[in-house]
């Protein structure tokens, strides 16, 4: 980019323009923001190597840690879950604010995820 180029003109060219999908249907148009919070999403609930759609680079690995013990799991789960958006080249960090235990096993794990159109925070429940 050179010193001439404004945000206006590099948000042109990246673009996250994609269909609004909720429950399973097409509701329009999102981009920007609203995008990456439904990537965030999906990347969160799709499992990696499951569906042949995707890339082996999609999804997460979040089954792996099913009937590990609690402390390992909750050392590993900041990087299984930052691994996953590593696919997502629009977005650009990924941090681990909280993991709570709720019962034996089940945690809740907030996170916050900064991208080039903005940031947003997510809770993902994960039981294992």
Known sequence: MDSTTTIDDVSSVIS?????????????????????RQAVYKILVTERFIFEIYSDQYGHDLNDLIGKEMPM???AL??????AFQSDDRIDDVSIDEITQTDSNTLNVAIAVSSFFGAIQIKKEVSV
């Open 16 to 36: 996250s323009r994609t269909y609004k999908v909720e429950n399973g249907r097409i509701l329009g148009m999102i981009d920007e923001v609203d995008a990456i």
């Open 73 to 75: 799991v909750k050392t």
């Open 78 to 83: 900041g990087s299984v879950i930052k691994e």
